[in-house]
């Protein structure tokens, strides 16, 4: 008699437990699911919900491919947004998610189109770093804008240094880095509040100011305490202005007996140095663009 019990709940156990393991257990096969957010789903599913490798697409020009985690977008995955008739007509971003948002290692490339009769992109742009729920905070940031002066920008930041310069004509990135090339050079350690700005300007002038910098409250960087030097080169004068608590407490005017360009050039031929360790990681950043 007891054998025959245990036999039944052995068979009962076995009953049950493939009966549960069919409903709530990941499938083998990929399977196709309507999300609630208007997303369609092809690919692993748990628990009614993607699970496992998978693709969603919203619409015709939103797709995610990559892993999911009960329902949400998390571990590895690659999102592409392509809409014509948008401003930002390419958005791609590959890298780690967590909790349905880029967080984690990751590449983003947006391109953008100030007119829709544009042949090619007037501004793209490309981040390579760390995200925090959909937002990058430090990393590598190169900028190629067709419609200014600058035509590019490359920046790096993390809680303890940024380091940015800028080009004028994309050409000049393929040769060693001049000085007279160079329309943006800054270099900031926050950890030691200190650090140089130097900037020729759409207005034709050149500003460099150097001293104690702290991170804005969004997220950029001032010059808190220090000094702001303003020069024209074609008046040989430079307009100097102190600052204290990120204000500008006192202003003179001096006479230069140096050419302004030369000067701003010997400035800028003793800090180079300083972008080494990051032009590599520029380079192949701009080239994914």
């Given at each position: 008699?007891?054998?025959?019990?245990?036999?039944?709940?052995?068979?009962?156990?076995?009953?049950?437990?493939?009966?549960?393991?069919?409903?709530?257990?990941?499938?083998?096969?990929?399977?196709?699911?309507?999300?609630?957010?208007?997303?369609?789903?092809?690919?692993?599913?748990?628990?009614?919900?993607?699970?496992?490798?998978?693709?969603?697409?919203?619409?015709?020009?939103?797709?995610?491919?990559?892993?999911?985690?009960?329902?949400?977008?998390?571990?590895?995955?690659?999102?592409?947004?392509?809409?014509?008739?948008?401003?930002?007509?390419?958005?791609?971003?590959?890298?780690?998610?967590?909790?349905?948002?880029?967080?984690?290692?990751?590449?983003?490339?947006?391109?953008?189109?100030?007119?829709?009769?544009?042949?090619?992109?007037?501004?793209?742009?490309?981040?390579?770093?760390?995200?925090?729920?959909?937002?990058?905070?430090?990393?590598?940031?190169?900028?190629?804008?067709?419609?200014?002066?600058?035509?590019?920008?490359?920046?790096?930041?993390?809680?303890?240094?940024?380091?940015?310069?800028?080009?004028?004509?994309?050409?000049?990135?393929?040769?060693?880095?001049?000085?007279?090339?160079?329309?943006?050079?800054?270099?900031?350690?926050?950890?030691?509040?200190?650090?140089?700005?130097?900037?020729?300007t759409e207005e034709q002038k050149n500003v460099y100011q150097y001293?104690?910098?702290?991170?804005?409250?969004?997220?950029?960087?001032?010059?808190?305490?220090?000094?702001?030097?303003?020069?024209?080169?074609?008046?040989?004068?430079?307009?100097?202005?102190?600052?204290?608590?990120?204000?500008?407490?006192?202003?003179?005017?001096?006479?230069?007996?140096?050419?302004?360009?030369?000067?701003?050039?010997?400035?800028?031929?003793?800090?180079?140095?300083?972008?080494?360790?990051?032009?590599?990681?520029?380079?192949?950043?701009?080239?994914?663009?």
């Amino acid at each position: 008699m007891k054998r025959f019990i245990a036999i039944v709940l052995l068979v009962l156990g076995l009953f049950i437990g493939s009966n549960v393991g069919g409903v709530y257990a990941a499938t083998t096969q990929d399977v196709s699911l309507t999300l609630s957010n208007g997303g369609v789903y092809y690919g692993e599913v748990q628990y009614g919900k993607p699970h496992g490798k998978g693709t969603a697409t919203w619409g015709k020009y939103k797709t995610y491919t990559g892993e999911w985690k009960y329902g949400k977008r998390s571990g590895k995955g690659e999102l592409i947004t392509s809409d014509p008739q948008t401003e930002t007509p390419q958005v791609i971003y590959e890298g780690t998610w967590a909790n349905d948002k880029q967080n984690g290692q990751g590449t983003l490339r947006e391109y953008f189109k100030f007119s829709k009769y544009s042949e090619e992109y007037d501004r793209a742009t490309a981040h390579r770093g760390t995200f925090k729920d959909g937002q990058p905070v430090s990393g590598y940031t190169v900028i190629r804008d067709l419609s200014l002066d600058t035509e590019l920008v490359f920046r790096y930041m993390n809680d303890n240094v940024m380091v940015a310069f800028g080009l004028a004509d994309s050409n000049d990135l393929n040769v060693p880095l001049k000085a007279e090339n160079m329309s943006l050079f800054a270099s900031v350690n926050f950890k030691k509040e200190s650090g140089f700005l130097m900037q020729y300007t759409e207005e034709q002038k050149n500003v460099y100011q150097y001293g104690t910098y702290k991170k804005g409250p969004n997220g950029g960087t001032r010059l808190f305490n220090g000094t702001m030097e303003l020069f024209d080169p074609y008046n040989d004068k430079i307009s100097i202005g102190s600052v204290k608590k990120a204000k500008i407490i006192s202003f003179k005017v001096v006479n230069t007996s140096e050419e302004l360009p030369k000067y701003r050039e010997r400035i800028i031929k003793k800090k180079l140095y300083l972008l080494d360790p990051y032009m590599s990681n520029f380079k192949k950043l701009y080239n994914q663009l």
